[in-house]
């Protein structure tokens, strides 16, 4: 077979294919269940575990020095430059300061709480201060704290996000070239995958239009499948000419739908069931 054969076999199956899911995803879609990455932090978060690299090595360096120290010289020589002939005291004096550093440092992050209320104020807890910020998150994903107390109002704290689930947050803080990540466990249950509180259907017809009905009232919007996973949204009223909302296709199948919605800072993950299924 020519090669020029071959291409244009290639393309009509990849063609068929994009047909193919245009069909599929023609039709009406019920929202059944939502989930969103900015309601997953909604709630009080006790922070359980301190990661810093640069610490834990400093940690380790001294802890070799306090096993080592003295071990290799005779008593004059422990006498001359330590000012003890017994390093066995030393090192378990030395031991005891370092525990007790250990044991504070514990302390302190045992005793940190983050609470990321629904309408944007943290309440933020250190051993019992409490220190509060408007809470956002950024364009590129990032938590920003912004300080709202007056004598330092305007201060930001920057925080990668380095995973949120119903179990456990992780927030990476960066601090001269350095950087701590921080694990903590949220404070009773939490449900971030729930049914929408409106009646919510899609209607995706196959002249290229669009119908959003949320507890029936209906708006339209033009609609073209791109690359086979992404579907363009594009407001008819409000922004003709603007750029579309771009929904990610997770999942379809016959009767089940799931996508991605992207809006601002906010990731939603809604799930569907087609109408009569």
Not at 190 to 212: C, Q, S, Y
Request: glycine residues 6%; hydrophobic residues 40%; contains cysteine.
């Amino acid at each position: 077979m020519k090669k020029t054969g071959l291409f244009l076999i290639l393309i009509m199956a990849l063609f068929s294919c994009k047909q193919d899911r245009k069909k599929l995803l023609t039709g009406k879609w019920h929202v059944v269940a939502f989930e969103n990455n900015l309601q997953k932090l909604i709630g009080k978060w006790n922070a359980v575990q301190l990661i810093n690299p640069g610490m834990d090595s400093t940690a380790k360096l001294n802890q070799l020095y306090i096993d080592t120290i003295g071990k290799n010289n005779d008593a004059a020589t422990n006498i001359k430059l330590y000012g003890a002939a017994n390093m066995d005291s030393v090192r378990r004096l030395l031991q005891i300061q370092f525990d007790s550093a250990k044991k504070m440092r514990d302390y302190g992050v045992k005793t940190t709480s983050f609470y990321f209320g629904e309408n944007g104020l943290a309440l933020l807890s250190f051993q019992g201060n409490i220190d509060s910020s408007a809470w956002y998150v950024d364009s590129l994903g990032y938590l920003i704290l912004d300080d709202m107390n007056d004598a330092t109002k305007g201060e930001k704290v920057r925080m990668e996000i380095v995973s949120v689930s119903d179990t456990a947050l992780q927030l990476k803080f960066r601090d001269n070239g350095d950087y701590s990540i921080v694990t903590f466990h949220p404070e009773g249950d939490r449900i971030t995958k729930k049914e929408p509180e409106a009646d919510t259907w899609f209607n995706f017809r196959p002249d290229g239009i669009v119908e959003l009905i949320v507890d029936k009232e209906t708006d339209t919007a033009n609609w073209n499948l791109e690359n086979d996973s992404i579907i363009n949204i594009r407001s008819v009223v409000k922004t003709p000419d603007g750029e579309p909302m771009r929904w990610n296709i997770l999942a379809i199948g016959n009767d089940n739908l799931t996508l991605k919605i992207i809006e601002n800072s906010a990731i939603s993950k809604l799930t569907f069931k087609r109408e009569g299924k």
